[in-house]
């Protein structure tokens, strides 16, 4: 069973109208798909269609670790995000990184060189990323 999933192309949808008397017709309240045994993770955003990541970490490993989600590392953005989970004095970083296909041309090289530049201590690092052919 797994403890993290980290999702790319994740669903951000209407989750439910704010309404009130001076805006009746509400606003919409954007997020993931909710589930009590599981703590989602994102990135900032304004646009929901432009989040392309997001973590899910079980509920009792939350309880269990103090996880942080780094938004504003530079390595951070709507198409990456890097985690920390801290347990006593052990830090582990998870870095999600989603790699966009712009027609034949395939960007991975560029993107994983400006994701890695970053300083990150590489004994505690899990870096994943999809890759998918462009239909």
Request: glycine share 2%; proline share 7%.
């Amino acid at each position: 069973m797994a403890d993290i999933l980290l999702i790319q192309e994740p669903w951000i949808g209407t989750m439910k109208m704010a309404q009130s008397d001076s805006d009746p017709l509400g606003m919409a309240i954007h997020g993931p798909t909710n589930n009590n045994m599981w703590e989602c993770y994102l990135p900032t955003f304004t646009n929901p269609d432009s989040v392309h990541v997001a973590v899910f970490v079980r509920y009792d490993l939350v309880c269990t670790f103090a996880i942080t989600n780094l938004t504003s590392h530079p390595a951070s953005s709507l198409e990456s995000m890097v985690l920390d989970f801290a347990f006593e004095d052990k830090i582990l970083h998870i870095v999600n990184v989603y790699v966009t296909i712009l027609g034949p041309i395939f960007h991975f090289s560029t993107y994983l060189f400006c994701t890695l530049s970053h300083s990150f201590p590489t004994h505690s690092l899990t870096r994943c990323s999809d890759r998918h052919p462009v239909t």
